[in-house]
């Protein structure tokens, strides 16, 4: 730990340094200058790093590992979710989940700042530039499915574009469609 002095003093130096005040004062308080804003999250996977780097770190036994671990969901479906937990039970019961809905454009700040410990889902293609930075590994593929009555006159053609009559349509991100019979 530093003392407040040696931390003002370090302060001090880094803003002669990068010739910036670092924080702004405003009438709610301090605030990060640009600069901070910019290289932060930088700074932060740099900090990350070198702790994984430094830490010694025995070999992990899923049996005998306690763990509390953040999964950020980029709309995973449930079954996929349900499965993971039973998986996680029987193999690795001393690691507890928790579960947090985020977005691919919020993903690599949600790991970067530690709120979720992985994330799963199909990243954004618009915000991509972070692969490089994380580790990508399919787990599933999905498939279209189409659930219909079994006495829909339809069952067994192949599937077009537009919707069939009493085919229900859903979606992660929207509401059902009103196709239904």
Same mark, same amino acid.
């Given at each position: 730990m530093m003392?407040? /002095?040696?931390?003002?003093?370090? =302060?001090? %130096?880094? #803003?002669? =340094?990068? %010739?910036?005040p670092l924080f702004v004062r405003t009438p709610t308080g301090m605030i990060p200058s640009a600069l901070t804003e910019r290289v932060s999250i930088r700074v932060n996977f740099a900090l990350n790093e070198m702790q994984d780097v430094l830490s010694v770190r025995s070999e992990f036994d899923p049996a005998t590992t306690e763990?509390? @671990? +953040?999964?950020? !969901? =980029? /709309? +995973? *479906?449930?079954?996929?979710?349900?499965? !993971?937990?039973?998986?996680i039970q029987d193999r690795a019961p001393g690691i507890s989940l928790a579960f947090r809905m985020i977005t691919p454009d919020i993903m *690599?700040?949600?790991? &970067? %700042?530690? =709120? @979720?410990?992985i994330a799963i889902g199909a990243p954004d293609p618009d915000h991509m530039d972070h692969r490089r #930075?994380? +580790?990508? &590994?399919? !787990?599933?593929? &999905? $498939? !279209?499915?189409?659930v219909v009555g079994? $006495? %829909? *006159?339809?069952?067994?053609?192949?599937l077009a574009s537009e919707p069939m009559p009493g085919c229900a349509i859903c979606s992660? /991100?929207?509401p059902i469609s009103e196709n239904l019979d």
């Open positions: 003392s407040q /002095s040696g931390v003002s003093h370090a =302060l001090r %130096n880094l #803003r002669a =340094l990068v %010739n910036d763990a509390h @671990v +953040t999964i950020g !969901l =980029l /709309s +995973t *479906p449930p079954m996929f979710v349900a499965g !993971l937990c039973r998986v *690599p700040e949600m790991v &970067d %700042n530690r =709120l @979720v410990d #930075r994380f +580790t990508y &590994d399919e !787990l599933f593929r &999905d $498939d !279209l499915v189409c079994r $006495d %829909n *006159p339809r069952v067994g053609q192949v992660g /991100s929207g």
